[in-house]
């Protein structure tokens, strides 16, 4: 059989547990090597606590991705979930390649 590279199996929809193995370790890689400098995965630190449970008060989740400002506001109930309100932004495209002042004033 031929040898293929990686990308040759990325593209199929059906892979077997060594396939899938060797994907999580690469992603996992480039997760490693993102936190500590360069990386094909853009990845910033984040030094939050394991939860206990317990947590009460209202939680931002902010993710900028490639076209989307996400927000979601969570409130919690010491282990209850409140009132769950996401909502989605585009980013155009003049913002995201723009100046980071632009992007972050949005």
Do not use: C, W
Not at 21 to 29: A, D, E, P, T, Y
Not at 72 to 86: D, M, N
Request: net charge positive.
């Amino acid at each position: 059989q031929e040898s293929r590279g990686l990308g040759d199996v990325y593209k199929r929809q059906t892979y077997t547990t060594d396939e899938l193995r060797k994907m999580i370790g690469n992603f996992h890689s480039e997760m490693k090597a993102g936190l500590a400098g360069p990386s094909t995965i853009k990845m910033i630190p984040s030094y939050i606590g394991k939860p206990t449970g317990k947590e009460a008060g209202i939680f931002l989740s902010l993710d900028l991705g490639g076209t989307n400002f996400r927000v979601i506001s969570q409130e919690l109930k010491g282990g209850f979930f409140g009132e769950f309100r996401p909502k989605k932004f585009l980013i155009s495209e003049s913002l995201m390649q723009g100046h980071g002042e632009e992007l972050f004033n949005f």
